[in-house]
Antibody, heavy 118, light 110 residues
Framework: QVHLVESGGGVVQPGRSLRLSCAASGFTFSTYGMHWVRQAPGKGLEWVALIWYDGNNKYYTDSLKGRFTISRDNSKNTLYLQMNSLRAEDTAVYYC???????????WGQGTLVTVSS | EIVLTQSPGTLSLSPGDTATLSCRASQSVSSNYLAWYQQKPGQAPRLLIYGASIRATGIPDRFSGSGSGTDFTLTISRLEPEDFAVYYCQQFDSSPRALTFGGGTKVEIK
Protein backbone atom coordinates (compact mmCIF):
# COMPACT_ATOMS: atom_id res chain seq x y z
CA GLN A 1 0.00 0.00 0.00
CA VAL A 2 1.51 3.30 -1.11
CA HIS A 3 1.99 5.74 1.72
CA LEU A 4 3.44 9.25 1.59
CA VAL A 5 3.92 11.25 4.77
CA GLU A 6 5.08 14.86 4.74
CA SER A 7 6.73 16.56 7.69
CA GLY A 8 8.70 19.66 8.52
CA GLY A 9 6.01 22.28 8.20
CA GLY A 10 5.38 24.97 10.78
CA VAL A 11 5.51 28.69 11.40
CA VAL A 12 8.59 30.45 10.05
CA GLN A 13 9.55 34.11 9.82
CA PRO A 14 9.88 35.84 6.46
CA GLY A 15 13.35 35.46 4.98
CA ARG A 16 14.09 32.25 6.86
CA SER A 17 14.50 28.73 5.48
CA LEU A 18 12.65 25.47 5.99
CA ARG A 19 13.13 21.93 4.74
CA LEU A 20 10.19 19.66 4.15
CA SER A 21 10.43 15.88 4.01
CA CYS A 22 8.22 13.24 2.46
CA ALA A 23 8.68 9.66 3.67
CA ALA A 24 7.57 7.06 1.13
CA SER A 25 6.62 3.45 1.67
CA GLY A 26 4.71 0.66 -0.06
CA PHE A 27 6.43 0.98 -3.43
CA THR A 28 9.91 1.01 -4.93
CA PHE A 29 10.68 4.67 -4.32
CA SER A 30 13.85 4.68 -6.41
CA THR A 31 11.93 3.91 -9.60
CA TYR A 32 9.40 6.76 -9.45
CA GLY A 33 9.50 10.47 -10.06
CA MET A 34 8.15 12.66 -7.31
CA HIS A 35 6.47 16.06 -7.17
CA TRP A 36 5.79 18.81 -4.69
CA VAL A 37 2.47 20.63 -5.08
CA ARG A 38 1.24 23.43 -2.83
CA GLN A 39 -2.11 24.97 -2.00
CA ALA A 40 -2.48 28.37 -0.38
CA PRO A 41 -5.38 28.73 2.07
CA GLY A 42 -8.66 28.75 0.17
CA LYS A 43 -6.88 28.61 -3.20
CA GLY A 44 -6.23 26.08 -5.94
CA LEU A 45 -3.37 23.70 -6.53
CA GLU A 46 0.01 25.00 -7.66
CA TRP A 47 2.72 22.68 -8.96
CA VAL A 48 6.09 23.38 -7.34
CA ALA A 49 8.70 20.92 -8.59
CA LEU A 50 9.43 17.49 -10.03
CA ILE A 51 12.44 15.23 -9.59
CA TRP A 52 13.18 12.17 -11.67
CA TYR A 53 13.50 8.74 -10.09
CA ASP A 54 17.29 8.97 -9.95
CA GLY A 55 17.50 12.62 -8.97
CA ASN A 56 19.33 13.53 -12.16
CA ASN A 57 16.65 15.84 -13.54
CA LYS A 58 14.70 18.48 -11.67
CA TYR A 59 12.07 20.90 -12.89
CA TYR A 60 10.52 23.87 -11.14
CA THR A 61 7.69 26.28 -11.64
CA ASP A 62 9.25 29.49 -12.96
CA SER A 63 8.25 31.68 -10.03
CA LEU A 64 10.15 29.54 -7.51
CA LYS A 65 13.35 28.83 -9.38
CA GLY A 66 16.36 29.79 -7.30
CA ARG A 67 14.57 29.80 -3.94
CA PHE A 68 13.30 26.22 -3.71
CA THR A 69 15.30 23.04 -4.27
CA ILE A 70 13.88 19.56 -4.67
CA SER A 71 16.04 16.56 -3.80
CA ARG A 72 15.75 12.94 -2.76
CA ASP A 73 17.60 10.22 -0.89
CA ASN A 74 16.66 6.89 -2.41
CA SER A 75 18.51 5.03 0.35
CA LYS A 76 16.11 6.57 2.85
CA ASN A 77 12.99 6.54 0.63
CA THR A 78 12.64 10.24 1.29
CA LEU A 79 11.88 13.30 -0.81
CA TYR A 80 12.86 16.80 0.28
CA LEU A 81 12.01 20.40 -0.48
CA GLN A 82 14.46 23.04 0.68
CA MET A 83 12.73 26.41 0.84
CA ASN A 84 14.85 29.54 1.23
CA SER A 85 14.07 33.25 1.58
CA LEU A 86 10.50 32.43 2.50
CA ARG A 87 7.77 34.98 1.89
CA ALA A 88 4.26 35.41 3.18
CA GLU A 89 2.93 34.22 -0.18
CA ASP A 90 4.65 30.85 0.35
CA THR A 91 2.14 30.10 3.08
CA ALA A 92 0.39 26.92 1.95
CA VAL A 93 -0.17 23.25 2.50
CA TYR A 94 2.64 21.40 0.74
CA TYR A 95 1.88 17.99 -0.72
CA CYS A 96 4.25 15.41 -2.09
CA UNK A 97 2.90 13.18 -4.84
CA UNK A 98 4.16 10.29 -6.92
CA UNK A 99 4.40 10.81 -10.66
CA UNK A 100 6.65 11.59 -13.59
CA UNK A 101 6.60 13.82 -16.65
CA UNK A 102 4.45 11.31 -18.50
CA UNK A 103 2.35 9.82 -15.71
CA UNK A 104 -0.25 11.48 -13.50
CA UNK A 105 0.11 12.23 -9.80
CA UNK A 106 -1.41 8.98 -8.65
CA UNK A 107 -0.68 9.04 -4.91
CA TRP A 108 -0.54 12.05 -2.61
CA GLY A 109 0.50 12.62 0.97
CA GLN A 110 -1.80 14.31 3.46
CA GLY A 111 0.17 17.56 3.28
CA THR A 112 2.13 19.71 5.71
CA LEU A 113 1.23 23.32 6.47
CA VAL A 114 3.86 26.03 6.13
CA THR A 115 2.98 29.42 7.56
CA VAL A 116 5.31 32.32 6.85
CA SER A 117 4.63 35.06 9.34
CA SER A 118 6.47 37.39 11.67
CA GLU B 1 3.26 28.34 -20.79
CA ILE B 2 -0.07 26.58 -21.20
CA VAL B 3 -2.90 27.98 -19.11
CA LEU B 4 -5.86 25.78 -18.15
CA THR B 5 -9.19 27.53 -17.62
CA GLN B 6 -11.93 25.61 -15.87
CA SER B 7 -15.59 26.46 -16.04
CA PRO B 8 -17.90 27.02 -14.42
CA GLY B 9 -16.29 28.12 -11.18
CA THR B 10 -19.15 26.62 -9.20
CA LEU B 11 -21.81 24.13 -10.21
CA SER B 12 -24.91 23.80 -8.02
CA LEU B 13 -26.62 20.47 -8.55
CA SER B 14 -28.72 17.89 -6.75
CA PRO B 15 -27.89 14.25 -6.07
CA GLY B 16 -28.78 12.20 -9.13
CA ASP B 17 -27.99 15.04 -11.55
CA THR B 18 -25.24 14.98 -14.15
CA ALA B 19 -22.29 17.35 -13.77
CA THR B 20 -20.40 18.56 -16.82
CA LEU B 21 -17.08 20.28 -16.07
CA SER B 22 -14.99 22.02 -18.70
CA CYS B 23 -11.23 22.46 -18.93
CA ARG B 24 -9.94 24.63 -21.76
CA ALA B 25 -6.25 24.96 -22.62
CA SER B 26 -4.62 28.07 -24.06
CA GLN B 27 -2.91 25.86 -26.64
CA SER B 28 -3.18 22.27 -27.72
CA VAL B 29 -2.46 19.67 -25.05
CA SER B 30 -1.55 16.06 -25.59
CA SER B 31 -4.44 13.93 -24.38
CA ASN B 32 -1.86 11.61 -22.86
CA TYR B 33 -0.97 14.29 -20.35
CA LEU B 34 -4.41 15.53 -19.26
CA ALA B 35 -5.67 14.43 -15.85
CA TRP B 36 -8.52 15.22 -13.46
CA TYR B 37 -8.41 15.24 -9.67
CA GLN B 38 -11.04 15.44 -6.95
CA GLN B 39 -10.43 17.24 -3.68
CA LYS B 40 -12.67 17.26 -0.65
CA PRO B 41 -12.26 19.76 2.22
CA GLY B 42 -9.28 18.98 4.41
CA GLN B 43 -8.10 16.16 2.15
CA ALA B 44 -5.40 15.69 -0.42
CA PRO B 45 -6.41 15.56 -4.08
CA ARG B 46 -7.29 12.17 -5.54
CA LEU B 47 -6.57 11.11 -9.10
CA LEU B 48 -9.77 10.42 -11.04
CA ILE B 49 -8.91 10.41 -14.73
CA TYR B 50 -5.66 10.36 -16.69
CA GLY B 51 -4.87 10.26 -20.39
CA ALA B 52 -7.99 12.44 -20.74
CA SER B 53 -10.36 9.47 -20.49
CA ILE B 54 -8.85 6.62 -18.47
CA ARG B 55 -10.33 6.08 -15.03
CA ALA B 56 -7.81 5.59 -12.25
CA THR B 57 -7.95 2.47 -10.11
CA GLY B 58 -11.08 2.25 -8.02
CA ILE B 59 -12.87 5.19 -9.63
CA PRO B 60 -16.58 4.47 -10.30
CA ASP B 61 -17.77 4.41 -13.89
CA ARG B 62 -20.08 7.36 -13.29
CA PHE B 63 -16.92 9.45 -13.77
CA SER B 64 -15.88 9.86 -17.39
CA GLY B 65 -13.44 12.09 -19.23
CA SER B 66 -13.34 13.16 -22.83
CA GLY B 67 -11.86 15.71 -25.17
CA SER B 68 -8.77 16.51 -27.16
CA GLY B 69 -6.69 19.44 -28.32
CA THR B 70 -7.76 22.40 -26.22
CA ASP B 71 -11.13 21.26 -24.87
CA PHE B 72 -11.60 18.60 -22.25
CA THR B 73 -14.62 17.55 -20.21
CA LEU B 74 -15.20 15.66 -16.99
CA THR B 75 -18.70 14.24 -16.68
CA ILE B 76 -20.11 12.90 -13.45
CA SER B 77 -23.33 10.98 -13.98
CA ARG B 78 -25.86 10.30 -11.26
CA LEU B 79 -24.18 12.51 -8.64
CA GLU B 80 -23.74 10.82 -5.28
CA PRO B 81 -23.47 12.80 -2.02
CA GLU B 82 -19.74 11.98 -1.84
CA ASP B 83 -19.13 13.56 -5.27
CA PHE B 84 -19.66 17.10 -4.03
CA ALA B 85 -16.12 18.44 -4.04
CA VAL B 86 -13.68 20.55 -6.03
CA TYR B 87 -12.34 19.18 -9.30
CA TYR B 88 -9.07 20.18 -10.97
CA CYS B 89 -7.71 19.44 -14.41
CA GLN B 90 -3.95 19.20 -14.90
CA GLN B 91 -1.60 18.93 -17.83
CA PHE B 92 2.07 18.40 -18.44
CA ASP B 93 3.84 20.72 -20.85
CA SER B 94 6.91 19.21 -22.47
CA SER B 95 8.43 22.58 -23.34
CA PRO B 96 9.15 23.95 -20.84
CA ARG B 97 8.87 20.91 -18.67
CA ALA B 98 6.20 21.99 -16.24
CA LEU B 99 2.86 20.93 -14.85
CA THR B 100 -0.10 23.24 -14.59
CA PHE B 101 -3.44 22.92 -12.85
CA GLY B 102 -6.68 24.58 -13.75
CA GLY B 103 -8.30 26.87 -11.21
CA GLY B 104 -10.85 24.26 -10.17
CA THR B 105 -14.61 23.76 -10.34
CA LYS B 106 -16.58 23.38 -7.15
CA VAL B 107 -19.55 21.04 -7.38
CA GLU B 108 -21.91 21.95 -4.58
CA ILE B 109 -25.26 20.68 -3.40
CA LYS B 110 -28.13 22.80 -4.66
Amino acid sequence: QVHLVESGGGVVQPGRSLRLSCAASGFTFSTYGMHWVRQAPGKGLEWVALIWYDGNNKYYTDSLKGRFTISRDNSKNTLYLQMNSLRAEDTAVYYCARGTVVTPLDYWGQGTLVTVSS
Amino acid sequence: EIVLTQSPGTLSLSPGDTATLSCRASQSVSSNYLAWYQQKPGQAPRLLIYGASIRATGIPDRFSGSGSGTDFTLTISRLEPEDFAVYYCQQFDSSPRALTFGGGTKVEIK
